[in-house]
């Protein structure tokens, strides 16, 4: 076992007291996701995470953290989310990796698994798992660094104000990426430059001598530049002033190529991904390897490793009610700008094309207004037929023509046996929506029923 903690580490990292010797190997919040040799961390939210203690030793934990003098393998501490923070602190402390947050409305969990798929082949990197991007993941992902990671990609997103300059200095990051400003979370915010404001936190916590990455392209950077006056500042995108700048892109239904100038410097990047979005994804991964001094063609090569992240364009073949079809999987969230991403991207596979749409969350009052405005990008990607889930998708069905409208549902489990009903051989069926629209069950019923 690789030790990542020691007992009295973790006791002198949090100022806690242990109550017995041992190591750990990783961290965990969860006992269903809990490893052999992991750290518990009991947090309270709906349930007092100490009522799984026993579960969690049961599962494998080495030792856990605890507010409770009495319990067994434990450093005590008196707040435990307070000391999962210090944890992380220290974390950050021991190792030398230089860090790069990655923020913006859309786009971050994709460009992060991309930079950390594009890093480890150039040195020992580390990555916030899944979307663990909030005042628990960031300290996890911190708290989880080996001291000796060359590189530390981390994901940070927001939903107020004021939550990303907490998590910008919690990272201390090296280089800030924001990939782009768009009416993400809207509900929470008087206006889109508000968001715009939020997202610009991140430059708060960087280095005295990092840099902040800003996409040439969005319509917010020059308020970004202005509220970051001061600090280093490198774009990216098509504009002519970029200082890494897309010259052209070529993309088809599995990838792509983007050409880029990187400071006079040409290099060409093949893609394993679907969609126009790739070429901004790929070359702000690019302008943080530039920042990072790093190799450039190393670099262009590494990223034809890149996949589709879980729930964000993964593509699967699937045998359903007896058709073959392709099923793409956007399932994990959505806003405007994503949607019209995956949508785009689906419009360059060949075949019939199928949308299973299910309400996109916290839009604020301009809510119903942007669910039915994705009727014409599905009119011109081709869409022959559109099932919807949720009130705010009745605003969407009612803009499309009445030929493409399939059924609506307050579910998505209500929607699979309509699904059956409208496939043919050959189709192409997109599915997405917010989290809380449950189509990642969907999805995975399909897919086990699909394998099958």
Request: charged share 20%; proline share 3%; with cysteine.
């Amino acid at each position: 076992m690789t030790v990542l903690w020691t007992s009295n580490d973790i006791a002198a990292a949090t100022g806690g007291k242990a109550t017995a010797d041992f190591s750990v190997s990783g961290l965990s919040i969860d006992t269903r996701s809990l490893q052999p040799g992991d750290l518990f961390v009991p947090l309270k939210d709906t349930r007092d995470g100490h009522d799984f203690i026993e579960a969690a030793f049961a599962a494998g934990a080495a030792g856990t953290l605890s507010e409770y003098a009495d319990t067994d393998r434990a450093v005590h501490v008196t707040h435990v989310d307070a000391a999962l923070r210090a944890l992380g602190q220290a974390g950050r402390a021991r190792s030398g990796a230089r860090r790069i947050a990655v923020t913006g409305s859309v786009g971050k969990t994709s460009i992060k698994d991309a930079l950390a798929t594009i890093l480890a082949q150039l040195g020992r990197t580390h990555k916030s798992q899944r979307s663990f991007n909030n005042h628990i993941g960031v300290p996890i992902t911190l708290a989880t660094l080996p001291p000796d990671t060359d590189f530390a990609v981390f994901e940070t997103g927001m939903n107020h104000a004021g939550e990303l300059t907490d998590l910008s200095h919690q990272v201390a990051p090296h280089v800030a990426l924001i990939t782009t400003v768009a009416a993400a979370h809207r509900a929470n915010f008087d206006s889109v430059e508000a968001i715009a404001d939020a997202k610009a936190e991140i430059r708060h916590g960087l280095l005295p001598n990092g840099t902040l990455i800003l996409n040439a392209d969005n319509s917010y950077t020059p308020r970004i530049r202005s509220l970051a006056a001061g600090q280093k500042i490198v774009t990216f995108g098509r504009a002519k002033d970029s200082d890494i700048r897309i010259l052209s892109s070529d993309h088809h239904a599995d990838g792509g190529t983007v050409s880029l100038d990187i400071a006079g410097q040409a290099i060409t990047v093949s893609l394993n991904v679907a969609g126009e979005h790739w070429a901004s994804n790929a070359a702000a991964c690019m302008a943080v390897v530039n920042v990072l001094g790093l190799d450039l063609e190393a670099a262009a090569r590494a990223m034809q490793h890149v996949t589709a992240s879980g729930g964000r364009g993964d593509v699967h073949a699937l045998t359903l009610s007896d058709q073959a079809i392709t099923l793409i999987d956007e399932s994990y969230n959505a806003n405007p700008a994503s949607m019209r991403a995956a949508i785009s991207a689906a419009a360059l596979r060949p075949g019939r094309k199928i949308a299973v749409l299910g309400d996109m969350h916290e839009l604020g009052p301009d809510e119903l207004d942007l669910h039915a405005a994705l009727a014409e990008p599905l009119v011109q990607a081709g869409f022959s037929r559109v099932l919807t889930i949720g009130e705010c998708m009745r605003s969407l069905r009612g803009a499309l023509p009445r030929a493409m409208r399939g059924l609506h549902a307050d579910s998505a489990d209500q929607l699979r046996d309509a699904l059956s009903d409208e496939l043919q051989a050959g189709d192409v069926v997109l599915l997405k929506g917010s989290n809380a629209a449950g189509l990642g069950q969907l999805v995975s019923r399909l897919k086990q029923e699909g394998a099958a």
